[in-house]
């Protein structure tokens, strides 16, 4: 399963608890707030800073990688 920008931070979450670790490597530390079921994977990546086409990217060559 590819994983996508529309996607929550909990829907991603659940395709592999392993993808934790990527985002944290990248800014991202909220993963157990509260909006990380409610802030798609796009708003986050806002809030952040992040360049969210390259962390998908990133996540999804990590995913077909296994």
Known sequence: MEIN??????????????IA???????MHCLGCVMASGENLEQACAVHGIDCDQ?????N???ASK
């Open 5 to 18: 920008k529309q996607m929550t931070i909990s829907d991603i979450l659940s395709v592999d608890r392993g």
């Open 61 to 63: 060559d990590w995913l």
């Open 55 to 59: 962390l998908v990217a990133t996540i």
């Open 21 to 27: 670790n990527i985002l944290m490597a990248s800014g």
